[in-house]
């Protein structure tokens, strides 16, 4: 019984410490890692937590019970299916202006500069500071021009925008934000801005990244 309540114990520390480093998680998901290597490195702090030795292949046990209930937990994962859809729009700009009254007054102006219907993109993120704009970038000038009386806190450019289409059935699915996020991660994709609606996940990443995400998100799709 001492040795059932020990095996619990240090099950669930050692889930905790690879719960709290995602790439360590996602290693050992994928059963890429040396489960030695790791319980011999995890050792010390679990020794530390229960104030007593522990052995390493009584954590390598409760490593192995983990990466098993990883994938069931992620192997059922999302059937993304042929309703879903990739499109990316190049020379997109963010602009991250300060929160004011008379920003907001601005955006009926700003949609009038748009062509939604020649690929046109104005999106609006409402932080409790600041606000971001996502634009294409031959809008820039004319925009700037309208934001002339606030304040800029940040511009960037050589962005692009990839947007994952789907069913709006996907919505009520756990996990979908997480799984697209979770592969892009991997592949070292930073994501510079995230936009959802009903049936859009749309992220904003460098150029330089762009086609790796869009490789990524495209095996995730045929998966």
């Not at 046990?61 to 299916?81: M, N």
Request: glycine fraction near 2%; include cysteine; charged fraction near 30%.
């Amino acid at each position: 019984m001492i040795f059932i309540q020990n095996m619990v114990t240090i099950a669930h520390l050692a889930e905790k410490l690879v719960s709290d480093k995602p790439f360590l998680q996602e290693a050992l998901f994928r059963k890429i890692i040396n489960y030695q290597s790791l319980a011999e490195e995890l050792q010390p702090e679990i020794e530390k937590e229960l104030k007593k030795k522990v052995k390493a292949t009584t954590i390598m046990i409760s490593l192995r019970r983990y990466a098993d209930k990883l994938e069931e937990r992620y192997l059922k994962k999302i059937v993304f299916g042929p309703e879903c859809d990739l499109d990316m729009k190049s020379k997109i700009i963010e602009l991250s202006v300060k929160k004011s009254n008379s920003l907001f007054s601005l955006v009926p102006k700003m949609f009038s500069l748009i062509d939604f219907e020649k690929g046109g993109i104005l999106n609006f993120t409402n932080g409790n500071f600041d606000v971001s704009i996502v634009t294409n970038e031959k809008y820039k000038d004319e925009i700037l021009e309208l934001l002339k009386k606030e304040t800029i806190i940040e511009t960037n450019v050589n962005l692009v925008a990839l947007s994952f289409r789907y069913s709006k059935e996907f919505r009520q699915i756990h996990g979908v934000l997480h799984q697209t996020i979770r592969v892009l991660a991997w592949e070292n994709v930073n994501i510079i801005e995230l936009i959802e609606t009903m049936t859009e996940t749309i992220f904003i990443l460098n150029e330089d990244d762009s086609l790796r995400a869009f490789k990524v998100l495209q095996n995730l799709i045929k998966q």
